[in-house]
Structure formats: C-alpha cells, structure tokens
C-alpha cells in the first residue's frame, strides 16, 4: 500500500521567515496530494492541494510544489505569523481510489 | 455551522464498555469517511461509505468495530468490548465526489477522543 514520509517532525521559526515541509510518497499511482492544518483540539482543515498534472500552486502565503519523478511534494510558508503554529499533515491517494494516506505530521511553532 | 459535526466530542469509558460515535456530513456530501488518530501521528483510513454503502475496510477495523450509513447521511462507528488500545481520536470527513475524475475533497469533523480506562 501506500506510504507517506514527512519531515520534519518538529520546526521552529522566527516570525516572518520562511517553512518548509518536505513528503514522500512511495506509490507512483498517487496523484491527488492534500495538506491540512490541524490545530489543538480540532479536526483537519483542508489548506491546499495539488494534482498530479502540475507542478505548483499558490494560495497567498502558501505554497505547494510536486515532483513526480522523484515522488516528493512540499509545503512552503511565507512570511510566518504566530497563528500558522499548527500540526501540519500531508497526504495522499491514488487515482483509483479514495481513502488518504496521512504522513506524521510536523509541529511548525512560529516565535513572535 | 453547516460543517462535519460529530458527537460526541469526548469519551471515557471503562474496557469492555460499549461505545457508539455519531458523525453528520456536510448536507449533500454522498462520501463518508472514518479515520482513527492516535497521539502524534496522522490520521488513518478505518472505512468509507459512498451513500448507503459501506465500500471499503482498513485491516485496522477489528471485528469489534462496526460502521453504518443507514440512509446515506449521517453515521455511526460502534466499538464493542472496548480495550486500553482503542484510545484515540476518531475522525469522520465527508465529501462530494464525482465518479470518474478523480475531483474530490474530504472535509474533516472535530473528532470525537476516546479514552479508554
């Protein structure tokens, strides 16, 4: 089945600076790649996604790209402010399927 | 608030216990979802329901663990015969899918937290 790798696991920045999360995938029939912010408390909420028939997209300060090739998708936040500390999670599926396969999520703090 | 609702929001219960979750959909959503997330991890496929109709099971789903969708919109995930290892969060998403292309995205509730004593 499929497999999701997220690192890091923990990320701590200054206010202002840049994140970035990086995930691996391990089955090539995935094309759909979701990242959700979870929150303390709180069930996780959708902030981009991207399909498999391109390469990039943006959201504001948010941004996601993907390389098939090597099976790797990136979360990038700009200019972090101290409400984007969160539980980040990436995921995936395949394109004949439905159910998302989650990586282990990496703990952004944001440092006023 | 016309979000995923799920109740309840906490439980504890004593091993061996019963316990039955709720989940209402987004109104018109025709996929529901039941995933299970345990302390610092992500959250993981228990089972999924398109309308009615229960269509896919994770290997995680004992067969202590039972789900429904009786009329297509909201459901319910009974746990029987509850152990220590049953403790997490359970969380319910929906969606509107269109067969075919692959457009699809899942809306998660708040959880409900099971502790299990």
């Known amino acids: 089945g499929e497999n999701v790798e997220q690192h890091p696991s923990t990320l701590s920045v200054q206010e202002g600076d840049s994140a970035v999360i990086k995930c691996t995938y391990s089955?090539?029939?995935?094309?759909?790649f979701p990242w959700y912010k979870q929150e303390l408390g709180k069930g996780p909420q959708l902030i981009i996604d991207i399909r498999s028939n391109v390469g990039e997209k943006k959201d504001q300060r948010i941004a996601v790209t993907l390389n098939k090739t090597a099976k790797h998708f990136s979360l990038h936040i700009t200019e972090t402010q101290p409400e984007d500390s969160a539980v980040y999670f990436c995921?995936?599926?395949?394109?004949?399927?439905?159910?998302?396969?989650f990586g282990g999520g990496t703990r952004v703090l944001v440092k006023p | 608030d016309t979000g995923v609702s799920q109740d309840p929001r906490h439980k504890i219960t004593k091993r061996g216990q019963n316990v039955t979750f709720r989940c209402d959909p987004i109104?018109?959503?025709?996929?529901l979802y039941w995933y299970r997330q345990t302390l610092g991890q992500g959250p993981e496929f228990l089972t999924y329901?398109?309308?009615?109709?229960?269509?896919?099971k994770s290997r995680l789903l004992s067969d202590r663990f039972s789900a429904e969708r009786p009329k297509g919109s909201f459901s319910t995930l009974e746990i029987q015969r509850t152990e220590q290892g049953d403790s997490a969060m359970y969380l319910c998403a929906s969606s509107l899918a269109f067969t075919g292309t692959g457009k699809e995205t899942q809306y998660f509730g708040p959880g409900t937290r099971l502790l299990v004593l």
């Open positions: 995921a995936a599926r395949k394109a004949a399927g439905n159910k998302l396969t």
């Open positions: 109104s018109e959503h025709n996929r």
């Open positions: 329901f398109q309308n009615e109709a229960q269509l896919e």
């Open positions: 089955d090539s029939a995935s094309n759909y």
